[in-house]
């Protein structure tokens, strides 16, 4: 520094000490500064006082010069301990060269600028809050800083911002929040502890609402409680927790849809501690406010999902994430399925749960689109309805939600519990809003029909509650074929028609059209045909599917559906069907679960009495297509007590290959013979005389088969017929005609055995185009 220069109205012994190394000189010169500052505050001499402040700023605290860069910065503490309560009048001049100075290299110069802002700081108080920003800026510097010394500075200037800005009223937040989101994105610990102790000093003020601003901080928040430091995120806890409790206390002044998608974000994460937290937030998003969360059902599901998967490791978010899928399902209502204009609130009704009663009343007080929401989660806290609500009803974004349950149930290593949900989604979404959901029907059959092969029976069983929704759906009823359907299932409607062929005769009554169409009744729609058509399909070239989960799919959808619709379709289908093999083998399986499951209960005692046009229609659909296999032919025909068909159809077998796979359908039969499903025709050998040709179709059973155990069973049931001198009493049976069919048209059996010929003449084709000529019998044939 040029000795020589002059530094008036500073002394020369003044300026000396100030320049000096050693701290007591340059405290006795501060000391003889502030004296001189006082007798100018006392002279008004504004002028002099500022040519101080600028002297002891460029020329000392501003210097290259090391110790004249101290002296500077206690020359200043001085003047600002002197202007006292006009210290304000000069805060831009004090600060900012000490600002400077928090940059310096060297340490010790650090930790005199922070004592240096300390005492000014002290005395001007509230004065310093237009310059806040600045004095956070360097102290978010200094927080991070390695001199231990330094950053113990640094926190003593901090506690006294602190408590001037608690006790302030004047607080500039506004102009705050751009520069509190732009901090808190440091990755430095300390940086990150001084933001945090700031959130949450601000949070807490009385005259501060930093809760407005919350979307501007939360993203940083959840990324800070990723911290390694676990006193970091113990206080970035605390701090989101004290959101939360001030959220359920003040809702209605939240913005949730602006912090919608950074919770999703965040529940995605790979850190245990910020997706349990953000998922805890999501559900109490959710339940406060309500339908404000429909249009980023989306996302949410996209986070949610995945999570109900988790296994007991996680099973805090598991748990908290399953409240989240059903809360948010539980907003979608009918209402979401009407057209886009909005409605008359007077009109709107909410869904007819008992526990959305307080939901609904709470809407009716404040005035809100509608009482979806479910306030059983969140006792205490009022549900509402935001104002913006009130402009703009919410709209369900169907598109996007259909999309992510897609692309989760298309994938195949979700596991099991995230499919359940998916699919109980589709379910909720079918029951409540139909009309919009048809529209997505086709690109969710394919992998609906796919999951029909999942290794859980819990995801088939979901998975066919949605199907039988689908094919069962008002909504999905149309009177023309759709374009998206495509020429498949328009060929599909005409083809699932009973058989034209020797129609005409099939019943002697005029005029009957019963068997020209398939049943129809309201629980069905053109997709009820798609889906058979389609599960039939699958089954053929799936055999595994049919032999492993075959019967249990058709059994849940008679429980589901309607069965005498699903086997008329199924025996219209399987008519036309060119693989003849597999034809046999599903007509086999689907008259084991008709003679076998308790869910066909009211189907077979449909078929025991053809007394009804209904079922002869039935049972001459069912014929023609369990002509395919000759044994479950017969055992239909037991069931319908047709014995006098079932005993000429017997006959008939002579002419058949008898091979290995014959005879144990055979075997089986007379097994389900002896179960207690045909007890009615056991006890009907007591009555010899009325049915003579059950006797006789028993006995021609009996000499098909080989010396076996099913042969010594059907064999010893027989002996115990009484009277079986009376087998050939035909004249006995024409004078007494039961009187069970008298009523009924009766049906022409010439014409289903002939068809029965034709079936099995394309079947014995079939096998002799296999064996490559058509003299070959199969080496299996037993001779």
Not at 149 to 164: F, W
Not at 293 to 304: E, K
Not at 524 to 529: G, I
Request: contains cysteine; proline residues 6%; aromatic residues 8%.
């Amino acid at each position: 520094m040029n000795p020589e220069k002059d530094f008036a109205p500073l002394t020369p012994n003044i300026v000396r000490a100030l320049n000096d190394k050693l701290y007591e000189k340059r405290k006795v010169a501060a000391l003889e500064i502030e004296k001189l500052v006082r007798e100018f505050v006392a002279q008004n001499n504004t002028v002099q006082i500022k040519h101080v402040i600028q002297t002891l700023s460029q020329e000392f605290a501003l210097s290259q010069h090391p110790h004249s860069r101290k002296g500077g910065l206690i020359g200043l503490a001085a003047c600002s301990i002197a202007l006292g309560k006009d210290s304000g009048l000069y805060l831009k001049e004090l600060i900012e060269p000490v600002l400077t100075c928090f940059n310096d290299a060297d340490s010790r110069l650090r930790y005199y600028a922070c004592e240096a802002l300390y005492n000014i700081v002290k005395v001007a108080r509230g004065a310093v809050l237009p310059h806040f920003n600045v004095l956070f800026d360097g102290l978010s510097k200094l927080a991070a800083d390695p001199d231990p010394n330094v950053k113990s500075g640094s926190e003593l200037l901090d506690r006294l911002l602190k408590d001037i800005v608690t006790e302030s009223n004047k607080f500039d937040l506004v102009g705050f929040i751009p520069l509190l989101r732009e901090r808190i994105y440091s990755n430095n610990q300390y940086a990150r502890q001084f933001i945090i102790s700031w959130i949450l000093v601000l949070e807490s003020g009385p005259d501060i609402n930093l809760l407005d601003y919350l979307p501007e901080i939360l993203d940083g928040l959840f990324q800070i409680l990723g911290d390694n430091g676990k006193e970091i995120r113990k206080m970035c806890e605390v701090v989101l927790g004290e959101f939360l409790k001030e959220i359920k206390k003040n809702p209605s002044s939240v913005k949730f849809a602006e912090m919608a998608n950074i919770l999703v974000i965040h529940c995605q994460t790979t850190d245990d501690l910020i997706q349990l937290t953000a998922m805890c937030w999501m559900r109490e998003f959710i339940q406060l406010a309500g339908r404000v969360m429909l249009p980023y059902s989306s996302g949410i599901l996209t986070a949610v999902l995945p999570c109900l998967a988790y296994d007991d490791r996680k099973k805090s978010i598991k748990e908290v994430a399953n409240v989240c899928n059903q809360s948010l399902m539980k907003l979608v209502t009918p209402e979401d399925d009407e057209p886009d204009e909005p409605k008359p609130t007077a009109q709107r009704q909410a869904e007819p749960n008992p526990e959305d009663a307080q939901a609904k009343q709470e809407e009716t007080a404040s005035g809100g689109p509608d009482g979806s929401c479910d306030p059983s989660f969140s006792s205490g806290v009022s549900v509402f309805t935001p104002a913006s609500s009130e402009r703009a009803p919410v709209t369900l974004h169907l598109d996007g939600i259909v999309q992510v349950l897609n692309c989760h149930l298309s994938d195949m290593a979700i596991g099991m519990m995230t499919r359940i949900a998916v699919l109980k989604w589709l379910y909720h979404l079918y029951i409540k809003t139909p009309r919009k959901m048809f529209r997505h029907t086709d690109s969710l059959f394919p992998i609906l029909l796919q999951t029909l092969s999942d290794e859980s029976d819990e995801v088939i069983l979901k998975d066919l509650e949605v199907l039988a929704e689908i094919a069962s759906s008002p909504a999905g009823q149309t009177d023309d074929p759709d374009p998206l359907d495509g020429p498949d299932l328009r060929a599909s409607h005409a083809e699932l028609q009973v058989p034209t062929p020797g129609r005409a005769g099939l019943l002697n009554t005029p005029g009957t059209k019963g068997l020209e169409c398939s049943p129809s009744t309201p629980t069905m729609n053109s997709y009820f045909y798609k889906f058979m058509i389609n599960l039939l399909k699958r089954c053929s070239s799936e055999r595994k599917l049919l032999e492993v989960r075959g019967p249990f799919i058709i059994r849940q959808l008679c429980l589901l559906l309607n069965a005498e619709n699903i086997f008329h379709s199924m025996a219209d289908i399987l008519l036309r069907e060119e693989d003849l093999k597999f034809a046999s083998t599903m007509v086999h399986t689907l008259n084991t679960i008709l003679l076998t499951s308790t869910e066909l209960f009211q189907l077979r005692n449909q078929l025991k009495d053809l007394r009804t046009l209904e079922s002869q229609n039935l049972f001459c659909c069912l014929y023609r297509s369990w002509c395919h296999n000759p044994v479950t032919t017969v055992s239909l025909c037991f069931l319908t007590q047709n014995y006098r068909h079932a005993y000429d159809l017997i006959q008939k077998f002579g002419d058949l290959e008898v091979t290995v796979d014959f005879l144990t359908e055979v075997d089986k039969l007379v097994q389900l013979i002896e179960c207690p499903i045909f007890t009615y025709l056991r006890l009907q050998l007591l009555d010899v005389k009325n049915n003579p040709y059950l006797i006789k179709a028993l006995y021609g059973l009996l000499m098909l088969l080989p010396q076996s155990s099913a042969f010594q069973l059907l064999s010893h049931r027989l002996q115990c017929v009484p009277n079986p001198e009376l087998l050939q009493t035909e004249d006995s049976l024409q004078a007494a005609p039961r009187a069970q069919k008298a009523d009924a048209p009766s049906i022409d059996y010439v014409e289903l055995l002939q068809h029965f010929d034709r079936v099995q003449s394309k079947h014995l084709e079939v096998r002799h185009q296999r064996s490559g000529r058509g003299d070959h019998l199969d080496r299996r044939v037993i001779l």
